[in-house]
């Protein structure tokens, strides 16, 4: 029984909540999933499906909403079905029953005309959940405009409550979204107020916000916008416990990639305004694990069947039939490669990079000094096989999974690699960058590299994080303490020989990156000249990002080709299965911190020195005035 005022006066409702799905049709790993078997693998929209018609079902008097905060697009090969003219992520929450979602930045991992055509698609089709983005702005000729995204909705529930939607994209994710151009998204929180009051003219009793934008703006939203009763939220991949409270808002973050669903028995007492969470009277766990022990749903297994088969013919396509199979075991590995640890180096970052960095070397057929990819373009670890039966194997799928996102001018799927070069100056430059950024603004900017080695100070980046009035960083320049070249690689990482290599302007280094990482590293000297950074060719020419490309008989060469293909080069097992080497097993001190000279010792001992010569010429004045029997700061009128 629920303790509650009278059924007149408490309306109850559920709302079930998912966050960046990601394009995780299918359980992972994949090497692990065994459909209709007790197995390892994790997630997977068949068995999301199962569970929420059991939740509905179990109280069919009480209403439940369910709703996603966005990113539901980029993340596994299946979001490459989208450069083959198909909506699947969407198409299958519209099946499942979605109430409302909303956008996040990997929406745009194809461009705005891009979504805009996904979204206009399952238009066509009847297909379209509501899509609500309540802080966008467009151009009013952009093909987004007739996408059919709502700027709030009100959903009445069957027991006569009104719920207000609305939906915001947060400045930290706006922030990762250069290919949501021409699109802009207006301050979050007058926009939120405006909604707010808009939704309650119109009758709504509670309000929700779906927001992409990380736990910090949804509690500067939550204490600077009074009348928002629940926030949704998502973009970093949070999965809190239990919901946080925020004077009288509640936040939130259920997760990732089909890995849960949040669930909250709420009850709206009509009286008092205010909202109740019931869980741990109705014993609801506020997520739920998708795992095997949840069988899947026939219909949805058998939708997305179809898209497996669709993807497998995609990537034969172009491809040239080299692989036709996502399933297909490629490699074996007797450790898995985990990217688990924020702000620091990682096994699957040296995988990523090394791969980048070699196989481009061999495709050009010149030495390439360093490469590097951030946190939040390698999607996770690599996950090898856990089963008795599949113990050490790695699928297609999987693999790929880790460098899948995002496409080039050529409209085929994944990040192209680019071909720099910059002067040892610059990269000393870059490696400041690389140290303040993450500071700024997160893990997913923090980069790992390959060919390079260096130990920074965290605590020497800034002279000053934010100059009053400037709204700018200063940064010193000097939190970079070391930093040495790859000049020959060992049998093992403790063998590897480095070297130091001079910060200035007397030879180029070649750079390997991804186009996309590539446009946003030169934007941070437009506004911090200091750490400017010019893009050139071998000859020291500026060049234009889309000439830098590295091209394979005029194709792009793609992130996820150069791990595939890295990859097949190891040395064979038993089972002629390339076997990932063991010094990937732990890292290898490429990235380290150290303690500096303080940041302020020269600064302040220069200042003391100063003070003391103007103090002693100050006494060698007066000296000199009493001296001669003239009162000191008088003239001296003798003449």
């Known amino acids: 029984m629920l303790s509650s005022p009278t059924a007149a006066e408490v309306l109850h409702f559920t ?107 399952l238009q066509t089709q009847g297909k379209l959940l509501p899509v609500i983005v309540s802080n966008l702005r467009a151009p009013p000729d952009h093909p987004i405009n007739q996408a059919g995204i709502k700027e709030n909705h009100i959903l009445e529930l069957a027991n006569g409550l009104k719920t207000g939607i609305f939906a915001l994209l947060g400045r930290g994710a706006h922030r990762v979204s250069p290919d949501a151009k021409p699109l802009d998204f207006v301050e979050q929180h007058q926009c939120a107020r405006e909604q707010v009051a808009k939704l309650k003219k119109a009758g709504a009793n509670v309000i929700i916000a779906l927001t992409h934008a990380g736990i910090a703006e949804d509690r500067e939203l939550a204490g600077s916008v009074a009348g928002i009763d629940l926030i949704l939220g998502g973009h970093e991949h949070l999965q809190l416990p239990a919901p946080e409270k925020a004077g009288n808002t509640l936040i939130m973050h259920s997760g990732y990639y089909t890995q849960n669903l949040g669930q909250l028995d709420l009850a709206w007492d009509t009286d008092s305004q205010k909202l109740d969470l019931l869980n741990r009277q109705t014993g609801a766990p506020f997520l739920h694990k998708i795992d095997s022990n949840i069988p899947e749903d026939p219909q949805t297994a058998a939708i997305i069947e179809d898209y497996r088969r669709q993807l497998n013919d995609f990537v034969a396509s172009f491809t040239a039939g080299e692989f036709a199979d996502i399933s297909q075991i490629v490699a074996r590995s007797e450790f898995a490669l985990p990217r688990n640890l924020p702000f620091n180096e990682s096994t699957i970052g040296n995988f990523v990079t090394d791969a980048m960095r070699i196989e481009t070397e061999k495709l050009l057929g010149e030495r390439v000094d360093f490469a590097l990819q951030a946190n939040g373009t390698i999607r996770g670890g690599l996950l090898v096989g856990s089963d008795r039966h599949n113990a050490g194997k790695i699928t297609l ?17 994944g990040y192209p ?107 941070v000297g437009t506004r911090l000249p200091k750490l400017k950074l010019t893009v050139k060719n071998k000859h020291g020419k500026e060049v234009n990002l889309d000439d830098s490309i590295i091209r394979e008989n005029t194709r792009e060469f793609k992130v996820w080709e150069a791990t595939a293909r890295y ?40 200042a003391i020195i100063i003070l003391v010569v103007l103090l002693m010429l100050a006494i060698s004045l007066i000296r000199r005035r009493k001296k ?12």
Do not use: C
Request: glycine letters at 8%; a negative charge; aromatic letters at 12%.
């Open 15 to 121: 709302v079930l909540h998912t966050s960046d799905e990601h394009s995780s049709l299918m359980p992972v790993p994949l090497v692990d999933y065994r459909p209709g078997e007790h197995d390892r693998a994790t997630g997977g929209f068949a068995r999301l499906a199962t569970l929420i018609s059991r939740i509905r079902s179990q109280k069919p008097d009480i209403p439940a909403l369910l709703l996603s905060s966005g990113d539901f697009i980029g993340g596994t090969p299946f979001s490459w079905l989208i450069l083959n003219d198909s909506s699947p992520e969407l198409e299958i929450m519209h099946h499942l029953g979605y109430n409302a979602t909303t956008i996040g930045n990997h929406e745009f991992d194809y461009g705005s005309h891009g979504l805009a055509n996904y979204f206009i698609r």
């Open 567 to 606: 990859i097949a080069s190891f040395d064979q097992s038993a089972d002629n299965l390339p076997t990932i080497p063991t010094r990937y097993q732990k890292i290898e001190g490429r990235i380290n911190t150290g303690q500096g000279e303080w940041l302020w010792f020269w600064p302040l001992l220069t």
């Open 417 to 523: 690699l680019v071909s720099l070069y910059l002067t040892g100056a610059e990269i000393h430059r870059l490696l400041e960058i690389a140290v303040i950024l993450p500071q700024l603004w997160g893990d997913i900017y923090f980069l790992q590299f390959s060919g390079l080695r260096y130990t920074y100070d965290p605590a020497r980046t800034f002279w000053m994080r934010q100059v009053p009035l400037l709204k700018l960083p200063w940064p010193s320049g000097k939190s970079v303490i070391s930093a040495e070249r790859l000049v020959k690689l060992g049998e093992t990482a403790d063998q590897d020989v480095y070297e130091p290599f001079p910060d200035d302007g007397s030879k180029l280094y070649h750079l390997v990156t991804t186009h996309y990482l590539a446009n946003y590293l030169p934007m």
């Open 628 to 639: 001669s029997g003239h009162p000191v700061g008088q003239p001296d009128l003798s003449n």
């Open 397 to 413: 799928f999987d693999l790929i999974s880790i460098s899948s996102m995002g496409n080039g001018p050529d409209k085929l799927p």
